[in-house]
């Protein structure tokens, strides 16, 4: 019977170990990525309901701005409060228009941020998809070995239960 390098496949285990565990922790970084591309897609959403709720707001601030300078044609020092309190209104309307701008900002920056995490996505998964062919090599391999160190063992106690029984024995040959 031939000896069985147990160290090695000690060793053998502990790198698949090793490999296995490289799998969960890149899985895990994965799901987190998508966790993250979810929330930047609800926030997406957001952003485009910020986009429209700030064109409605320019448009409404210009057509606040054409009815304020037609009513300044229109009425003359009897309305001079009122114009007052209007002007005053266009200040908070540019003050809105400011923070929608800072908005906007801050939009394109979450969307950089998005392309950013999603090209890094892709490279998770090119990195996973070769973690995994890496895995099934190894396992191939590691398979490989076990069967060449098992097989000749496996022969003789075949061959003897044959050769109890009948006039023949069997021989096996790995071939990769």
């Known amino acids: 019977m031939q000896n069985i390098d147990h160290a090695h496949l000690s060793s053998e285990h502990q790198q698949f170990k090793s490999e296995e565990h490289k799998l969960t922790d890149i899985d895990r ?15 997406q959403q957001h952003i485009m309901v910020i986009q429209t709720q700030l064109h409605s707001l ?4 210009d057509q606040q701005q054409q009815r304020i300078l037609q009513q300044e044609k229109t ?15 266009l200040t908070e309307l540019e003050q809105d228009r400011k923070i929608l701008s800072q908005t906007r900002q801050q939009i394109k920056t979450l ?9 890094q996505i892709q490279q998770l998964k090119i990195e996973e998809k070769r973690m995994i062919n890496l895995y099934t090599i190894f ?4 398979m490989y070995v076990v069967l060449e160190e098992t097989l000749p063992t496996l022969f003789d106690i075949i061959n003897a ?5 009948v006039d023949y024995s069997v021989f096996f040959e790995l071939t990769r």
Do not use: N
Not at 30 to 43: G, P, V
Not at 139 to 142: D, F, G, H, R, V
Not at 161 to 165: P, R, S
């Open 29 to 43: 970084q994965l799901q987190s990525f998508e966790t993250h591309i979810k929330q930047q897609q609800t926030t």
């Open 75 to 89: 009425k003359g020092d009897q309305q001079e409060s009122q114009l007052h309190e209007k002007r005053l209104a």
């Open 161 to 165: 239960y044959l050769a109890q029984v």
């Open 111 to 119: 969307m950089i941020e998005y392309k950013e995490k999603d090209r």
């Open 58 to 61: 320019e448009q409404q601030l």
């Open 139 to 142: 396992s191939k391999e590691l």
